[in-house]
C-alpha cells in the first residue's frame, strides 16, 4: 500500500528515512572504489592515470543518467525510476564484481555511473511527495546526509571487506544491497506516480544563452572537482606519500566524518553571511587547502586533508542559495538538471584522471597544486551570480 502523500514529518520520517537510505548506496555504488583503487590497481596492473579513468566512466554515466531521467521519469513515473536506478545499478555492480576482462569492467563501471544518475530528480520528487511543503527543509536535510556520510562509511566498508576478501566483494556485497533495497522500495511502493516532464525547446535555449548558467556549471565542476574528484584519489596519494593504505583509509573517512557535521553548519552561515559571501569564501579557502595539500610534507597531509574536506561542503548550501536568486522558479530546475550533469563529467571524470597523470609523473603534489590555483580563480564565478541576480531584480544583501 502506498504511503500517504505530503504527511507532517514525524509520520513521513521512517519512509523518508528508506529513501535516504537508497540515496546513501547510490552514492555508495561510487565512493566506495575509490579506497579501493590501490588494490584495483595492483590487481588489475593499472597506472594512477588508469584508475582515475576508470572514474570518468562512472562520471560520464553519472551525467548521462541525470540528462535521461526527465525522458525516463515521464515514461515510467517517478516511482518506477527510482527503483529503476537501484535495481540496475546492482545489477551493473554485480557486472563489475564479475568482469574477466577490462572492457567488460569498464562497460560495467559506465552502467554503475548511468544507473545511480537516473536517480537524484526522481529522488528529490519522493521525498517532496512523502512530506508536507512546510517540513520540505527538514525533510530534505534528512536526505543530504547520505552524501556526506557516503563518503564516511566508504573507507571504512573498503578496509573491512578487504581484511578478508578481495576488492570484487566490496561491489558484489553493494551491488546485491542495491537490488534488495530496490525491490523493497517497489514492493512497499513508496513515491508518487506522477511522472516527469523534458523540458522545452524554447527553455533550453533561453537557458543555454545566459552567462549566469555557464557559470554555474563552472562552479558545480570546480566544486565536484574539489569534494568527490579529490576524494577519489587520496588514498592513492597518501599511499604514494609513504603511508599506509589501511592509515589512509582512516585518515580519509576521518575527514569525511568532519565534514558530516560541517554540513550542518554550512546552510547556517550561507544563512548568516549571505550566498554569494559565503561562496566567495569557499573558494578562497577550499583552493588554499588544495594548495596546501600540494606542498605541505607529507606528515602534515592528513589534517589538510580535514580542514579541505570540511570547506567543501560550503559551496552546495550556498550555491543552492544563490541559483535561487539568480534564476526564475520556472528555470530553476532546469538550470541545475543541466549544470550538475556538466560539472560531473568534468568533476568527477577529468579531475581524477588529471590527477592520476600527474601522479604517474611523479608530480602528485602539482596536480593538487593546480586545482587549488583553479578553485582560486572560481572568485570571479560569485561577482557573476550577483550581476545576474540584479538584472533579475534581487536585492545584492539578500
Not at 69 to 87: F, K, Q
Not at 263 to 287: C, E, Q, S, V
Not at 321 to 348: C, D, H, N, T, Y
Amino acid at each position: 500500500m502506498q504511503p500517504q502523500q505530503n504527511q507532517p514529518f514525524a509520520v513521513a520520517l521512517p519512509a523518508l528515512l528508506f529513501v535516504t537510505l537508497l540515496f546513501l548506496l547510490n552514492f555508495l555504488s561510487r565512493t566506495s572504489l575509490a579506497p579501493l583503487l590501490p588494490a584495483v590497481e595492483a590487481d588489475l596492473d593499472l597506472s594512477h592515470a588508469g584508475a582515475g579513468r576508470l572514474y570518468l566512466l562512472v562520471g560520464g554515466g553519472n551525467a548521462l543518467g541525470l540528462l535521461c531521467n526527465s525522458a525516463v521519469s515521464s515514461l515510467l513515473n517517478h516511482r518506477r525510476t527510482v527503483a529503476l536506478s537501484a535495481l540496475a545499478a546492482g545489477l551493473a555492480l554485480l557486472g563489475a564484481s564479475a568482469a574477466a576482462s577490462m572492457p567488460l569492467f569498464r562497460l560495467a563501471l559506465f552502467g554503475v555511473g548511468l544507473a545511480t544518475g537516473l536517480y537524484l530528480p526522481s529522488g528529490i520528487a519522493t521525498v517532496t511527495f512523502l512530506a508536507r511543503p512546510q517540513d520540505w527543509g527538514k525533510a530534505l536535510a534528512v536526505h543530504e546526509i547520505a552524501p556526506n556520510l557516503s563518503y564516511t562509511l566508504a573507507p571504512l566498508l573498503a578496509e573491512a571487506v578487504l581484511r578478508a576478501f578481495s576488492w570484487r566483494a566490496a561491489l558484489l556485497f553493494l551491488g546485491l544491497a542495491q537490488l534488495c533495497a530496490g525491490l523493497l522500495f517497489l514492493l512497499r511502493r513508496l513515491g508518487p506516480d506522477q511522472h516527469g516532464h523534458p523540458p522545452s525547446r524554447r527553455a533550453l535555449r533561453t537557458l543555454l544563452t545566459r552567462p549566469a548558467f555557464w557559470a554555474t556549471a563552472c562552479a558545480f565542476g570546480l566544486a565536484i572537482g574539489a569534494s568527490f574528484g579529490v576524494f577519489t584519489m587520496s588514498t592513492l596519494y597518501l599511499v604514494a606519500g609513504g603511508l599506509e593504505r589501511s592509515r589512509a583509509n582512516e585518515f580519509l573517512s576521518l575527514a569525511r566524518f568532519a565534514a558530516l557535521f560541517a554540513a550542518l553548519f554550512a546552510g547556517w552561515l550561507t544563512d548568516r553571511l549571505g550566498a554569494f559571501f559565503t561562496l566567495r569564501g569557499y573558494f578562497l579557502g577550499t583552493g588554499l587547502a588544495l594548495l596546501g595539500l600540494g606542498l605541505a610534507p607529507a606528515a602534515a597531509l592528513p589534517a589538510i586533508l580535514v580542514l579541505q574536506a570540511v570547506l567543501s561542503v560550503l559551496f552546495f548550501p550556498a550555491c543552492f542559495a544563490s541559483l535561487a536568486q539568480v534564476f526564475p522558479r520556472e528555470m530553476r530546475s532546469l538550470a541545475v538538471s543541466l549544470a550538475v550533469p556538466l560539472g560531473m563529467l568534468s568533476g568527477l571524470g577529468g579531475v581524477p584522471v588529471a590527477l592520476g597523470l600527474f601522479g604517474d609523473a611523479g608530480r602528485f603534489s602539482l596536480g593538487f597544486c593546480l586545482l587549488g590555483l583553479a578553485l582560486l580563480a572560481g572568485l570571479a564565478l560569485p561577482p557573476v551570480f550577483r550581476a545576474a541576480a540584479a538584472l533579475a531584480g534581487v536585492d545584492k544583501s539578500a
